[in-house]
């Protein structure tokens, strides 16, 4: 199949467009706008600034892509949105480009999903297999790990790390980090265990998620300092890459402390 413009969408010159490219009717596609190889545009999507779209990504009616940061702090600096391969971007989406505040990029990974109404905002770096749930959004400079999870209607503050598989409940405000394998929930979110589905369909073995586990319980137990429980859990289960994977996430703390399990009544 052969790229298809529809005669009533606007590309601007500099425009580049890739091979069996479709852009559907009323679509804008600005002149520093990138399509890679089988993009389709459906209809009524704009496309904007130092945006690069991967190939085989789709966008839906009315998403709004690549326009300027709602940040104060943005002042017209060139800065970029990457968007990586075969990923499903759905109606009324918006996703922004980096600032001068951060490195300058905001940037997705492949095959994520992006359903109606989500929002990535400026300097967000998003891993691969994302998939985000109809209006969750995202502050900005957040970061996302491969194969998480967020739920619809949720929100993450600014600068929050949410790990590789963790997944968020629907209606969450998440203001603290999110451990690798974790579930969160609540109206302010709590750390309400594993995510024991997304493990299984992910191929651990019950046996590395038993292992998993036990290094959770040992991690959140409340005996000691964290960073006591942490050299703990470092010492017990040395040989399991999962369990370094999180242990690694903790100690690269930026801002925000790891979100934790709700307190018990007294």
């Known amino acids: 199949m052969k790229t298809q413009i529809h005669p009533t969408a606007v590309i601007d010159n500099g425009a580049v467009i890739g091979n069996n490219v479709q852009?559907?009717?009323?679509?804008?596609?600005?002149?520093?706008?990138?399509?890679?190889?089988?993009?389709?545009?459906?209809?009524?999507?704009?496309?904007?600034?130092?945006?690069?779209?991967?190939?085989?990504?789709?966008?839906?009616?009315?998403?709004?892509?690549?326009?300027?940061?709602?940040?104060?702090?943005?002042?017209?600096?060139?800065?970029?949105?990457?968007?990586?391969?075969?990923?499903?971007?759905?109606?009324?989406?918006?996703?922004?480009?980096?600032?001068?505040?951060?490195?300058?990029?905001?940037?997705?990974?492949?095959?994520?999903l992006f359903m109606i109404g989500v929002h990535i905002a400026h300097d967000c770096i998003i891993g691969d297999n994302v998939i985000m749930a109809n209006n969750a959004t995202l502050g900005g400079h957040v970061h996302v790990g491969d194969h998480a999870v967020i739920g619809g209607l949720s929100a993450v503050h600014q600068f929050v790390r949410i790990g590789t598989r963790a997944v968020i409940g629907?209606?969450?405000?998440?203001?603290?980090?999110?451990?690798?394998?974790?579930?969160?929930?609540?109206?302010?979110?709590?750390?309400?265990?594993?995510?024991?589905?997304?493990?299984?369909?992910?191929?651990?073995?019950?046996?590395?998620?038993?292992?998993?586990?036990r290094a959770f319980k040992q991690l959140f137990n409340n005996e000691g300092t964290m960073e006591e429980r942490m050299k703990a859990v470092e010492e017990d289960f040395s040989t399991e890459t999962a369990v370094m994977e999180l242990i690694e996430f903790a100690r690269k703390k930026t801002r925000f402390p790891l979100c934790q399990p709700a307190r018990k009544a007294a």
């Open 170 to 213: 629907g209606t969450t405000g998440v203001e603290n980090d999110v451990i690798p394998y974790g579930r969160v929930k609540g109206g302010r979110a709590f750390l309400a265990g594993l995510n024991l589905i997304g493990l299984e369909r992910g191929g651990f073995t019950k046996d590395q998620i038993k292992t998993l586990q």
């Open 23 to 112: 852009i559907g009717p009323y679509c804008v596609v600005g002149g520093e706008v990138t399509l890679g190889d089988d993009v389709v545009l459906h209809s009524h999507v704009a496309v904007a600034g130092c945006t690069t779209v991967g190939a085989g990504t789709h966008i839906f009616p009315f998403a709004s892509i690549g326009h300027a940061p709602q940040d104060l702090k943005f002042h017209g600096e060139k800065s970029e949105l990457i968007i990586g391969k075969n990923n499903m971007i759905r109606e009324h989406v918006t996703m922004n480009p980096g600032t001068a505040g951060d490195d300058l990029k905001t940037i997705t990974g492949d095959n994520c």
